[in-house]
């Protein structure tokens, strides 16, 4: 699905990310892992077009996507990026937040699929209330959702249980996991939990300085190993 090769990333002058190759693919989660500050969420910046890679290559579903290619043109082609802090729209309304993914689809395809609102049940009874007025974890709800309603076949997941409460973070690792055993979407998360990302992971890289030092399969990683690659 998701292909990178030597990928570099520049924030001006300064280098972030140096040399990046890794996959993701369909049915699987790849766990992208590291301590603060070492260009986790720099790199899904750069796949999805939030900040354009300075070098390397990178294909989706075996199509180059140039470095120049704009972020809304990259969600068309299939890419959802839930980044961290949600971004949801404060003063628009659960509805109106989630039909802002209309927009990478067609307009035949505009409507809100009951499966939404299965994995979410808390976001049906909350359509007509304001997404500034949802708390933490109903927002991270809300963002999934709403990348969901783009049917993504690449989802990127940015620190998803960061600041929420565990009843929804177990809610979430069980989205995820039904979101892989469909089979048609490569699922890329970061996460700073190590238990939670462990448990979900089926590929796991982990980066240090903007490089990475392990890349391998759930069946080739040791997990004390990779819990001492990316601690602190």
């Known amino acids: 699905m998701l292909t990178l090769s030597d990928l570099t990333l520049h924030y001006g002058h300064s280098q972030i990310l140096y040399d990046i190759s890794m996959e993701a693919k369909p049915g699987a989660v790849t766990c992208l892992m590291g301590t603060n500050g070492v260009g986790k969420t720099s790199l899904l910046k750069a796949i999805s077009g939030a900040h354009p890679r300075s070098g390397g290559t990178m294909t989706l579903n075996g199509q180059d996507v140039p470095a120049s290619t704009p972020p809304q043109a990259r969600a068309r082609a299939g890419i959802g990026y839930v980044p961290q802090g949600r971004d949801i729209f404060p003063l628009m309304t659960v509805r109106e937040n989630l039909e802002t993914g209309y927009a990478c689809i067609p307009k035949d395809q505009w409507t809100i699929p009951d499966e939404v609102f299965e994995l979410f049940p808390i976001l049906k009874s909350f359509l007509n209330r304001r997404g500034g007025d949802l708390s933490g974890g109903q927002q991270q709800q809300l963002a999934i959702a709403r990348a969901m309603i783009a049917q993504p076949k690449l989802l990127l997941l940015d620190e998803p249980t960061e600041g929420i409460q565990p009843n929804i973070i177990k809610q979430i690792g069980e989205v995820i996991k039904y979101l892989r055993s469909k089979g048609d979407m490569a699922i890329v998360l970061v996460e700073q939990f190590f238990d939670f990302a462990y448990e979900l992971g089926d590929h796991f890289v982990a980066l240090e300085?903007?490089?990475?030092?392990?890349?391998?399969?759930?069946?080739?990683t040791d997990r004390e190993d990779l819990l001492a690659k990316v601690s602190v």
């Open 209 to 220: 300085r903007g490089r990475v030092i392990h890349n391998a399969t759930r069946a080739d």
